[in-house]
Nanobody
Framework: QVHLVESGGGLVQAGGSLRLSCVAS????????MGWFRQAPGKQRDLVAS???????NDLDSVKDRFTISRGSARNTIYLQMNSLKPEDTAVYYC????????????WGQGTQVTVSS
């Protein structure tokens, strides 16, 4: 059974930093892509950043110069380094896995809350 576990969320003041971690277990074959999504109350879930192999992509313009996605040394582990956080970054952040380039995001974590105070 596949499990994605996120950690690292919390409460931080504007201008601060957080690093989110995600570990995906139970995946027996090579996955195509891992990514971070976020969803604020009343808003749609947006793809923030993703990584294919060792190629990171910042998918959300509003975080391009502040957030960095990276892959960990452990298998199926990714991070999201978030710097210069703003109140509008407040959301639940989800880790997700896409197994195939022609498939949807198949597996999801439970999410970790990030709250940025002004």
């Amino acid at each position: 059974q596949v499990h994605l576990v996120e950690s690292g969320g919390g409460l931080v003041q504007a201008g601060g930093s957080l690093r989110l971690s995600c570990v995906a277990s139970g995946i027996s074959s090579t996955l195509y892509r891992m990514g971070w999504f976020r969803q604020a109350p009343g808003k749609q879930r947006d793809l923030v950043a993703s990584i294919t192999g060792s190629r990171p992509i910042n998918d959300l313009d509003s975080v391009k110069d502040r957030f960095t996605i990276s892959r960990g040394s452990a298998r199926n582990t990714i991070y999201l380094q978030m710097n210069s956080l703003k109140p509008e970054d407040t959301a639940v952040y989800y880790c997700a896995v896409q197994m195939d380039p022609f498939d949807t995001w198949k597996y999801w974590g439970q999410g970790t809350q990030v709250t940025v105070s002004s």
